[in-house]
T-cell receptor, first 114, second 115 residues
């Protein structure tokens, strides 16, 4: 079956611009996670959705970052007033539910802020 | 807070050599433990997992044992292949807080296997 998909695969934007990154989880998975991976580092947790609600957004670095999942499926990570330090690979993962141990990762969106 | 520490890389081995990548975690409670692998040009894939103390996870010839007494989850393989060249990440799941599935990753270890 289809895995987790993310679009775009690459995004280059200028400092100060607004960007949206999209994640399409595996069908039927109620839990969705966003992570950020900087070069040479492991992924860092940003936010977790169970259904439509953000159950844990403690990893969002500041109020420029926001994510939604209005229908409990597709999620969008939104970054306002982008900064060069936001450049990273943004990973999305889904799991059957919030208790299931196995998360399935998408290929990521590489964001470059110039 | 919770953290995962991995053996620093990069690690370079010849084919058929023995591999160990060390991983230790800090968490109260009993987190699930994972090894993920990222092959060149591909996304993160779950390699193996263990959900309770003394469990051994295994897959594709790789093994790791959940050691509560040493808070470790070292990855081993008896005979590596060129195709095992990748970045390996150790991770722990949340040990029972509100975000049950949230993962905390180590920094990753680059493995290169030469023929």
């Amino acid at each position: 079956g289809a895995g987790v998909s993310q679009t775009p695969s690459n995004k280059v934007t200028e400092k100060g611009k607004y960007v949206e990154l999209r994640c399409d989880p595996i069908s039927g998975h109620t839990a969705l996670y966003w992570y950020r991976q900087s070069l040479g580092q492991g992924p860092e947790f940003l936010i977790y959705f169970q259904g439509t609600g953000a159950a844990d957004d403690s990893g969002l670095p500041n109020d420029r970052f926001f994510a939604v999942r209005p229908e409990g499926s597709v999620s969008t990570l939104k970054i306002q007033r982008t900064e060069r330090g936001d450049s990273a690979v943004y990973l999305c993962a889904s799991s059957l539910d919030g208790v299931a141990v196995e998360q399935y990762f998408g290929p990521g969106t590489r964001l470059t802020v110039t | 807070g919770d953290s995962v520490t991995q053996m620093e890389g990069p690690v370079t081995l010849s084919e058929e050599a023995f591999l160990t990548i060390n991983c230790t975690y800090t968490a109260t409670g009993y987190p699930s433990l994972f090894w993920y692998v990222q092959y060149p040009g591909e996304g993160l894939q779950l390699l193996l997992k263990a959900t309770k103390a003394d469990d051994k996870g295994s897959n594709k010839g790789f093994e790791a044992t959940y050691r509560k007494e040493t808070t470790s989850f070292h990855l081993e393989k008896g005979s590596v292949q060129v195709s095992d060249s990748a970045v390996y990440f150790c991770a722990q799941g949340d040990a029972g807080g509100t975000s049950y599935g949230k993962l905390t990753f180590g920094q990753g270890t680059i493995l290169t296997v030469h023929p």
